[in-house]
């Protein structure tokens, strides 16, 4: 058996993928920018060869499809460059989303878990409740959203708090299903066994149904966090917000500026892998305590 | 207390469960009582309520009629008094436990302090034979020291009465005669009532000193043999006549009962 190699079993498949995503880019770049170059030439009444074209489809101002190196050249400009309180730091904007996004996703956890809590220990509950859970995601949320935030508008909320339950409101839902299939988790065999030691309804929670829920538990976090993000995104698009990763796209749709979209897209995918990943590591970390089989 | 005073005691008891396809008579018509330090084995083939008669006394399942008394108390108030231990078919560990803190599981739950909990873990493993591997996880671990563990749990809280549901079942033949051996010195040294139910007629016969048999459909008693065999016993005394009669025995109530329903 040879050892797994960080380079060859992991950096390798994934560097392979990113250069082809990369060539057929810069294809469409091409393709996608190439009118507006022969346009002008045409309305300048000059001729132009493809030689020439080619090297202008890279860096037009408002491309209709940004070279990948006008992203990169953006996402640098905006985040390292710039101040981190300049309204125009993405750092700025993307802590403003964190934020919404964060409490958003903890609301929407501990919503989660109390009503799986509930479901499993309660069968009105689990009859009662159960269809809702799984109604409310079948609702757009791009069509509750703006309601939600003109609805707490006209009560005084606005800031942070009404992107956030936007962003709970996505994220209950898969902490409930796994939570409710986690702390369900426990065959009879294990339920039989607590019962010959007359354990109390609360020792029978903590001792076993909670600690079978866990891995459960991180893989619905994963998804909630995830998906909270694009709550609070999703949350900041509509009233126009003057301030995160929404404001940015919603501005940068405004004034035709789509390297400004894709960067903001971009810091948008990143914030969500630094999230994911962070609760990757508790995951592990906690399967680890637990235990787990190498 | 006399020699004779009954752990169990059981009348008329039975047990039907109500199903779709019609009432199942699990148990049927059983009169049985168990003493103070007997080591009782329940053999018969499966369906015959062996299993079920281990859950009626360990409070796991509730009888439909008759009486059965548990420590001359409702089998409820008996495992409210965690008056037994119980050994699953499966070891049934917590995974997410060393094999330790699976032992502490029931001292956990019934209170006992850090320093008891301590003692009680130490001494019971070594009942087992399993020093050393307190800080294992069950996966670490093959299944007759997982199987073992789990006996080591239910006596860690020092319970007079030990309900086994073919615990060696899942486990290779050398294994069992290996542990089948540790738990008679276990119970000798403890001086515990043991329960046991099995399927395996030398199993049954090597072990106890009073062999039930039954039969299923309606699930009853056939017969109860009170073994000959003397209290010490080496592996070796499954090749003398003595026991080849006790399991003879055995056999052909065994027979009886099948021959009932065909």
Request: hydrophobic residues 45%.
């Amino acid at each position: 058996m040879t050892r797994p190699s960080f380079l060859h079993d992991r950096l390798l498949p994934i560097l392979t993928v990113l250069i082809a995503i990369i060539a057929i880019w810069y294809l469409c770049v091409v393709w996608l920018n190439a009118p507006f170059v022969r346009d002008q030439a045409a309305r300048a009444g000059t001729p132009i060869t493809f030689a020439e074209i080619l090297p202008q489809t890279f860096e037009q101002e408002r491309p209709v499809l940004p070279a990948p190196h006008q992203i990169v050249t953006e996402l640098w400009k905006t985040t390292v460059t710039l101040p981190v309180t300049s309204k125009r730091s993405l750092v700025y904007h993307a802590w403003i989303t964190i934020s919404a996004t964060l409490a958003g996703f903890g609301i929407g956890a501990v919503l989660g878990i109390l009503l799986a809590v509930g479901i499993v220990h309660n069968r009105a509950m689990d009859k009662s409740l159960m269809p809702w859970v799984i109604a409310s995601q079948t609702i757009p949320i791009l069509a509750v959203a703006p309601m939600i935030i003109v609805v707490l508008n006209a009560i005084g909320i606005s800031g942070l708090l009404p992107k956030a339950l936007i962003s709970a409101y996505l994220s209950f839902f898969p902490v409930v299903v796994g939570m409710v299939k986690g702390l369900r988790s426990p065959d009879r065999l294990l339920l039989d066994l607590m019962r010959t030691y007359s354990a109390t309804p609360a020792q029978l929670f903590w001792k076993l149904r909670w600690q079978a829920a866990l891995p459960y538990l991180f893989t619905s976090l994963k998804v909630a966090v995830a998906i909270a993000l694009v709550g609070a995104i999703v949350g900041e698009l509509p009233t126009g917000a003057v301030a995160g990763l929404g404001a940015r796209l919603l501005s940068g749709s405004y004034y035709g500026q789509t390297i400004q979209i894709w960067a903001a897209l971009f810091m948008a995918a990143l914030v969500a892998a630094l999230l994911v990943s962070i609760v990757g590591l508790a995951h592990r970390a906690v399967l680890k305590r637990m235990g787990e089989r190498p | 207390m006399s020699e004779n005073f009954a752990v169990v005691r059981a009348r008329n008891l039975g047990l039907t469960f109500e199903t779709n396809d019609g009432p199942v008579h699990a148990l049927s018509n059983v009169n049985l009582d168990v003493g103070k330090g007997d080591f009782v084995s329940f053999i018969g083939p499966s369906g015959c309520g062996k299993t079920t008669f281990l859950r009626v006394i360990a409070d796991l399942e509730r009888h439909t009629s008759g009486t059965i008394e548990v420590n001359g108390t409702t089998p409820e108030n008996a495992r409210k008094d965690r008056a037994y231990g119980y050994v699953f078919q499966a070891a049934a560990l917590l995974p997410w436990r060393t094999i330790e803190d699976n032992i502490a599981l029931p001292l956990e739950i019934m209170g006992f302090t850090r320093d008891q909990q301590k003692e009680r873990i130490e001494r019971t493993l070594e009942l087992v034979n399993l020093n050393g591997f307190g800080k294992k996880y069950p996966w670490q671990l093959s299944g007759g020291m997982q199987q073992r563990a789990s006996i080591a749990r239910a006596l860690a809280f020092d319970a007079d009465l030990l309900l086994m549901d073919e615990p060696f079942g899942a486990l290779d033949e050398i294994v069992r005669d290996h542990l089948n051996e540790q738990l008679l010195k276990l119970w000798d040294r403890t001086n515990k009532t043991i329960c046991f139910v099995t399927h395996s007629i030398p199993e049954a016969v090597y072990l106890s000193t009073k062999i039930v048999v039954m039969s299923p459909r309606p699930g009853r008693v056939t017969d109860i043999i009170e073994s000959t065999l003397p209290r010490e016993r080496p592996l070796e005394i499954r090749e003398t006549p003595e026991f080849l009669e006790i399991a003879h025995r055995v056999r052909e109530g065994l027979k009886a009962g099948h021959s009932y329903d065909q």
